[in-house]
């Protein structure tokens, strides 16, 4: 299993950008059942959740990042979305997808894409 995470940038404060994350070597059932999120780590600080989809609790997001941020996935193209919208200058860092595995609890990262929103 391999997560390849991109979409990362430089973008003003207010603008928007839109990350995905591909997940490879991973069958359409495990994909379907898993549990998968963006996190995320500012400089100097611990990473944290953003948002997350759970075949248990559903869709989950930050209070920082409720109503701006959209997580979504594509079944089809093993891929996760999250479209970051009147993004703020506390919103930079880098961004790692995450897949916990339901069939065996084995989590995978992807490497990190970085965000930076100016003032």
């Known amino acids: 299993v391999q997560l390849q995470a991109f979409g990362g940038g430089l973008v003003q404060a207010g603008g928007s950008l839109r990350l995905s994350c591909k997940m490879h070597?991973?069958?359409?059932?495990?994909?379907?059942?898993?549990?998968m999120g963006w996190y995320r780590q500012a400089p100097g600080k611990v990473r944290e959740l953003v948002a997350q989809l759970s075949p248990s609790t559903g869709t989950n997001y930050a209070d920082s990042v409720q109503g701006r941020f959209t997580i979504s996935r594509d079944n089809t193209k093993r891929t996760i979305y999250l479209q970051m919208n009147s993004l703020k200058p506390e919103d930079t860092g880098d961004y790692f997808c995450?897949?916990?595995?339901?069939?065996?609890?084995?989590?995978?990262w992807g490497r990190g894409t970085q965000v930076t929103v100016s003032s």
């Open positions: 070597g991973v069958i359409l059932s495990t994909f379907t059942g898993a549990t």
């Open positions: 995450n897949l916990l595995r339901i069939e065996d609890r084995a989590q995978f």
